[in-house]
């Protein structure tokens, strides 16, 4: 019987932290900025290409931000990711040619 608290204690602890840290909905997009644009595809890409600079900028300034807020939905999410997986790289190098390795005849 203790066991089986234990265990649902563990569970109920990892349930909520695990859905503690689910996204929300966001209230500004599709909205427009002070200039009347709404961020999409290509400035998603330039976002996720500029996130480590902004990264660093952002622990010392406030006002700054790695994601844009007022965004077209699913195509600047799309563009930020490829924009991320463009400057982290992402299993190119798995698919390049094993070196050091002989096929045996």
Excluded at 37 to 43: L, N, P, Q, T, Y
Aim: proline share 3%; net charge positive.
């Amino acid at each position: 019987m203790k066991a089986l608290t234990v265990v649902l204690l563990i569970l109920s602890a990892a349930a909520l932290l695990l859905t503690s840290c689910a996204p929300g909905p966001n209230a500004l997009r599709g909205t427009q900025d002070e200039e009347g644009k709404v961020a999409g595809f290509w400035k998603g890409i330039w976002h996720g290409i500029i996130t480590p600079v902004t990264f660093v900028v952002s622990l010392f300034n406030k006002n700054v931000n790695l994601y844009e807020s007022r965004n077209s939905g699913g195509w600047y999410n799309f563009g930020y990711i490829l924009g991320l997986s463009m400057v982290f790289g992402g299993g190119g190098r798995g698919s390049g040619k094993v070196r050091g390795w002989r096929r045996e005849e």
